[in-house]
């Protein structure tokens, strides 16, 4: 299997994040939880010069990335957690 055809439960395919995405692989659990903030927060890879791999290197970049952006930390936090939290309840159930 690929990784460009696994994604969460809120992205689709790899054309939901725009030309210039690339997966990571199936083994980053914490590239996959940027991935899927960036995108429940509408960014998408449209454009090569973008610079989100520079910009949201780690998880905790990402979240300033996007507080940055205007969208209120403790938001960002949240819904990171809820993902989080969504993961771990999928992975009970298998």
Known sequence: MSNSNVFTPHIKS???LG????????????QWLKIELLY???ERFV?????LNRKCHTL???V???SDLGHAKV???ATLDAIRNHRSGSRRQL
């Open 14 to 16: 790899d054309r939901a």
């Open 19 to 30: 030309k210039y995405f690339k997966a990571p692989p199936l083994r980053s659990q914490r």
């Open 40 to 42: 429940l927060y509408g």
């Open 47 to 51: 454009s090569s010069n973008l610079g």
């Open 60 to 62: 905790a970049q990402t």
């Open 64 to 66: 300033s990335y996007l």
């Open 75 to 77: 938001a960002v936090k």
